[in-house]
C-alpha cells in the first residue's frame, strides 16, 4: 500500500478530489494518509473531518525558520510512511529539508499550461494576456518555483469573458488530472 500526504493552504477542493479518488484505497493500493497545513483557519481542515484524515496543521510564525519547520513536517511524514507528498494549493515554497528528503517524490498542480504564467496568479495572469488555449499542469517539485520537469498537461480552449468561469472550468479540469496523474504514478512505480 502506498501512502499519500497531501500538503494544503485554503479551500481544499484538490484535496477533496484526491481523497474521493482513493476511497476504495485497497482497489488502488494507496491511500491519503495525512493532510499537512500551515493555515490554522483553511476550509481545507473542514474538508478533512468528513474523512476523519489526520493532520498536522502548524504556525510558521511559531518556528525560526523554514528548516526547523519542515524537520516537523518531516517527522510525520516518516511515522506515517509517505511516499509520495502531493501539493494542493500548498502556498510555500518547499526547503532543502524535504526536497532532500523526498527527492522526485513531490508533485504540485498548477492552473496553467507552464511555463507559462508561472506564480499564484496563473489563471488570472493568463486571462489578463488574452491567450485562448489554458489548462493545468502537474510537475514534479524543484528548486525553482513551478520549475520541475512536467508530468501531465491538459488544455482547454477559454473564448469568453468571465474569469469566474473560466476558473470553474479550469477546476474541473484539475479534479480529474491530478487524481489520475497520481494513479498512474502510484501505478508506474
Ligand atoms: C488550485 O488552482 C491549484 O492549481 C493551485 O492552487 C489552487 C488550489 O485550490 N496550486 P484548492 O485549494 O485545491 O481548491
Known amino acids: 500500500m502506498k501512502h499519500l500526504a497531501v500538503f494544503a493552504s485554503g479551500s481544499g477542493s484538490n484535496y477533496e478530489a484526491i481523497e474521493n479518488a482513493f476511497l476504495d484505497s485497497n482497489k488502488e493500493g494507496c491511500c491519503v494518509s495525512l493532510l499537512v497545513s500551515d493555515s490554522p483557519n483553511a476550509f481545507v481542515l473542514e474538508r478533512a473531518k468528513k474523512f476523519n484524515r489526520e493532520t498536522f496543521v502548524f504556525n510558521p510564525k511559531n518556528y525560526e525558520n523554514k528548516e526547523k519547520y519542515e524537520k516537523d513536517i518531516l517527522d510525520r511524514l516518516i511515522k506515517h ?5 502531493c501539493l494542493a ?12 528528503a523526498y527527492q522526485g517524490r513531490i508533485i504540485n498542480i498548477h492552473p496553467a499550461l507552464l511555463p507559462s504564467f508561472k506564480g499564484k496568479n496563473g489563471i488570472e495572469d493568463a486571462f489578463d494576456y488574452g491567450v485562448k488555449v489554458f489548462g493545468v499542469t502537474i510537475h514534479y517539485v524543484s528548486k525553482e518555483v513551478d520549475g520541475g520537469k512536467i508530468i501531465a498537461q491538459r488544455a482547454i480552449e477559454y473564448y469568453g469573458n468571465s474569469l469566474q468561469e473560466l476558473e470553474t472550468y479550469i477546476h474541473e479540469i484539475e479534479h480529474e488530472l491530478y487524481p489520475e496523474t497520481i494513479k498512474k504514478l502510484i501505478k508506474g512505480n
Do not use: S, V
Open 89 to 100: 494549493g500548498y502556498m510555500r515554497i518547499i526547503g532543502d529539508t524535504l526536497l532532500e
Open 81 to 85: 510512511d509517505i511516499d509520495l507528498i
